[in-house]
């Protein structure tokens, strides 16, 4: 008797349904729990995902895939496998995924975060017997302060290198955190621009339909702009590049979960680190795992091991799965690729020979 | 201890010296005089020695923060830092507090050396809870004897000058030697007119840096003394109201270390300061520095070591004399003067001159530089003459110009996490080098990398892991390395059977294949060529 998903070589596969959920390479049919790229790879012949995703899902994987959107909370069946998709709260469209057959219910969780957040729909809690959780911050050093107060720090720090004349350079991921940041930084206190990759994100989001406070593209930006008002995002890998010199004298800051440790900020050389994460704190991932009532929990991402254990004293059923999600990555993934400065849609990505 | 957490994260958070004296000149400007001597005290590197032993920290934290032992270890781990995980553990505090930084130092951290251990707890506890993260991170710092922030006191010395328009080299001064923090020690170290109390003050170490450009480029050599660079501890002896006081350059009290030297200074007149090296010296030789290493190392120094390893000063400069400050007066008269003082006292044989190399060219003094190695010397230490004795490291009167240090290319073998803030990357290595067709254990090394190199060499470590012993991964034999390092010499306690001193990382030779790695036997060679 094998399990309902299992993982194999290309990802975390459902033999009755055949249909693999976030694999790791290109399959016949995929269902995506959201964008990022350590969830959503390019090459699929099919993709299924939330309605809300589908855009952004378009824009990393090319755009003449062939992608089947589905609202949250619908269900459909593939193979006699019933399946829906429900919300995640970690970026636009992500979803957790409901997979049923012969009354054994999994739900796969892919990335998510409970705080509140205006650029996605809250992460809904779904019961079922086998819970597959994320642990990219599965320590309890790992909790988050309350969101007004983050924004009011970054709207702080931007405020005082406008007054000591510095541009104020803000690194955040392209998908998802950027935005979210947008969403909450006060728009009043001056000009926002952004990298090409952040731009071109910012447009699919205002696309589905999510408010966000006007930005502009910091490559068309004349050459008299005062930069020292100005607040720019950018992806990570543009820490250190040639790119930032054009702003002249620059205060840089990160926002990511890794910034609630001190040694992760000073070692990336950043003046200002802000904990804004896209995924569950340690509060977050045991709320979220008590709600779903799941008998059994598998751990992937992360810091899986103390995950596991401590789920386990705890009389859970839970052991670690092995996948090749990042997460949010310290040294991650995105910030490792340098990503185009180019507002327009890539060009579809090269299979390699 | 809000505003002192304040300005630690204001330290904390900028690289750009004229925000850290902004950030300072403004502390100082604004608390209370009690609180601004115990912030120059731990700013200035002055720290309690630990209060209270980790296991019982980690044991009531634990226990505050309800969770298992298994997951404050994983937790650590992550961080990397005690003082740090704890206050991320920690739940949020309850009250908050605006006692100032004496009160929590002077009532809270220094008594807790005499209190018992339920009393410990619960003034441990309780502070917890009426401090935020920061505060707790701060505190933690404080009473593990860890405290350390990225200001020099030069930059402490700057910013309290700017607040009390009191001469910056005048405040330096003031700062060295034994003082306790408090009210009256801050004021008098700000007053425009010092009655100095105490003693045993040495005056601040006149530093050199390395020279950069040609050696020509500094123009006349007869402008120049030119003295050989030897490599002890650097050291002031001091004699005043008729006692001996030896302080190291990191302030530290030392005479009681080297008796023989404390009885050179009983022959010094009354009002006398000596800048010089210790150096491990007998038969008029010096030993090899490895030999005072085994001295420091004793606990007790019993006839045997004293008798083995005895120590000299090597003098080089004159500070004090008849009771007067004569930094300001010329290097001339400062020599002139250290040379009567040297023959008077010569006989003990616990004084050496650090005598000037004379030659008629750059050429010349290039030429002799060759034979430092040989001498046991580290190469040339280059003043200018008429030159007043400064304090602190300044460019332009003293120059260092040391021979180039080995180098051996080597090759990766294992890593290990680092410390502090490295604590989550692999940055200690351990180099080998061919022995036959296996790579042995040659060296190990942390620093040198720039923090992008770190990153790569760690993704490649995480990536080419063979082993895990513990902390330890033995890592597929591919990075080459060029180690550069300063000494060489047989030893039996290390595999390869050589040590090396102060070895670090040049260069990544991206360019060098493992096979390229040096030999065993040529670097055996180094030790005969030494
Ligand atoms: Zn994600
Ligand atoms: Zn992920």
Request: hydrophobic fraction near 40%; aromatic fraction near 10%.
């Amino acid at each position: 008797m094998s399990a309902l998903l299992q993982v194999n070589a290309n990802g975390l596969y459902c033999a009755v349904g055949a249909f693999y959920i976030d694999p790791w390479r290109p399959v016949p049919r995929a269902i995506v729990t959201h964008a990022h790229s350590d969830h959503a790879h390019w090459g699929c012949a099919a993709y299924l995902c939330s309605t809300p995703c589908q855009s952004v899902l378009r824009s990393r994987v090319g755009s003449d895939s062939n992608i089947e959107p589905r609202p949250y909370g619908e269900s459909f069946d593939i193979n006699g496998v019933r399946i829906s998709l429900h919300p995640a709260g970690h970026i636009l469209g992500s979803a957790q995924i409901r997979v049923e057959s012969r009354g054994e219910v999994w739900v796969v969780s892919g990335d998510y975060k409970l705080e509140p957040d205006s650029t996605c729909t809250p992460f809904e809690p779904v019961r079922c017997h086998t819970f597959v959780t994320e642990s990219t911050f599965g320590l309890p050093i790992y909790r988050w302060g309350a969101p007004s107060e983050t924004a009011a720090d970054m709207n702080a720090w931007w405020k005082s290198n406008q007054q000591s004349g510095k541009a104020s350079v803000l690194f955040a991921y392209s998908l998802g955190k950027a935005q979210r940041v947008l969403a909450a930084i006060d728009p009043a206190i001056g000009p926002i621009f952004g990298h090409g990759a952040v731009e071109k994100l910012n447009r699919i989001y205002r696309e589905t339909g999510i408010a966000l406070p006007e930005t502009h593209y910091a490559g068309s930006a004349p050459a008299a702009t005062d930069w020292s008002r100005a607040l720019i995002l950018a992806p990570p890998s543009a820490h250190g590049s040639t790119w930032i010199r054009r702003f002249g004298t620059v205060s840089t800051a990160f926002a990511s979960g890794w910034m609630r440790i001190r040694g992760t900020r000073r070692r990336r050389s950043i003046d200002r680190g802000f904990v804004v994460s896209d995924h569950a704190d340690w509060p977050g991932l045991i709320t979220a795992i008590d709600a779903t009532g799941a008998e059994c929990v598998l751990v992937t991402h992360g810091y899986r091991a103390p995950l596991v254990r401590w789920l386990c004293e705890h009389g859970r059923n839970a052991k670690a799965l092995e996948t090749r999600y990042d997460g949010e990555r310290d040294e991650g993934t995105e910030s490792e690729t340098p990503e185009p400065d180019s507002p327009d849609p890539d060009p579809i990505p090269q299979v390699p020979a | 201890m809000r505003a002192f957490a304040q300005l630690f994260t204001a330290l904390d958070e900028t690289t750009k010296t004229n925000e850290k004296i902004a950030a300072l000149t403004a502390y100082f400007a604004s608390v209370p005089p009690a609180d601004a001597a115990w912030a120059i005290h731990f700013l200035i590197g002055r720290r309690p020695k630990r209060l209270i032993e980790t296991r019982k920290l980690v044991e009531w934290a634990v226990a505050e923060a309800e969770i298992p032992d298994w997951l404050f270890g994983e937790s650590y781990q992550a961080v990397g830092d005690l003082a740090e995980t704890i206050s991320l553990l920690l739940p949020a505090p309850t009250t908050s507090s605006e006692l100032p930084l004496h009160y929590w130092v002077e009532e809270r951290l220094l008594p807790l050396k005499e209190w018992d251990d339920a009393k410990r707890r619960e003034s441990l506890v309780t502070a917890w809870r009426a401090m935020n993260e920061r505060q707790r991170f701060v505190w933690n710092k404080l009473i593990t004897g860890g405290f350390r922030v990225g200001v020099s006191q030069s930059l402490v010395v700057r910013a309290m000058a700017a607040v009390s328009g009191v001469d910056a080299a005048v405040l330096a001064h003031r700062l060295m030697g034994d003082w306790m923090p408090s009210v009256e020690f801050y004021e008098r170290i700000l007053a425009k007119e010092s009655a100095d109390a105490d003693v045993s003050r040495p005056y601040p170490f006149f530093l050199a840096y390395p020279i950069e450009g040609p050696i020509d480029a500094l123009g006349d050599i007869h402008h120049w003394q030119a003295e050989w660079k030897w490599d002890g501890i650097r050291a002031q002896l001091i004699r005043r109201q008729w006692r001996t006081f030896l302080w190291s350059r990191g302030e530290e009290l030392i005479t009681e270390r080297f008796p023989e030297l404390e009885a050179l200074g009983g022959l010094f007149p009354e009002g006398t300061a000596v800048d010089g090296e210790i150096l491990p010296w007998k038969n008029g030789m010096p030993l090899p520095f490895a030999q005072m290493q085994r001295r420091i190392g004793r606990k007790v120094l019993g006839p045997k070591i004293l008798a083995d390893v005895p120590v000299s000063l090597l003098a080089y400069d004159l500070l004090e004399w008849g009771g007067e400050d004569v930094r300001e007066r010329p290097l001339e008269w400062r020599r002139e003067t250290l040379e009567q003082l040297v023959s008077a006292t010569k006989s003990t044989g616990r004084i050496v001159l650090s005598e000037p190399v004379n030659t008629a060219s750059w050429g010349d003094l290039t030429t002799l530089r060759r034979e430092a190695r040989a001498r046991g010397v580290e190469g040339f230490m280059l003043k200018r003459k008429g030159s007043s004795y400064r304090v602190g490291r300044k460019r332009g009167d003293w120059w260092k110009w040391k021979i180039e240090p080995y180098s051996v290319d080597a090759v990766l073998i294992y890593a290990q996490p680092g410390n502090g803030r490295r604590a989550s990357l692999f940055t200690d290595y351990t180099f080998g080098v061919w022995d036959g067709a296996t790579l042995v254990p040659f060296a190990k090394a942390y620093s040198g990398l720039t923090d992008e190199e770190i990153r790569k060499v760690d993704a490649f470590i995480r990536r080419n892991t063979i082993e895990k012993f513990g902390p330890v991964r033995s890592v597929r034999p591919e990075l080459v390395f060029e180690l550069a390092f300063e000494g060489i010499q047989k030893s039996s306690r290390h595999r390869s059977g050589i040590a090396v001193r102060f070895p670090r990382m040049a260069r990544w030779r991206t360019d060098k294949k493992p096979e390229d790695a040096d030999t065993l036997e040529t670097i055996r060679a180094l030790i005969a060529g030494a």
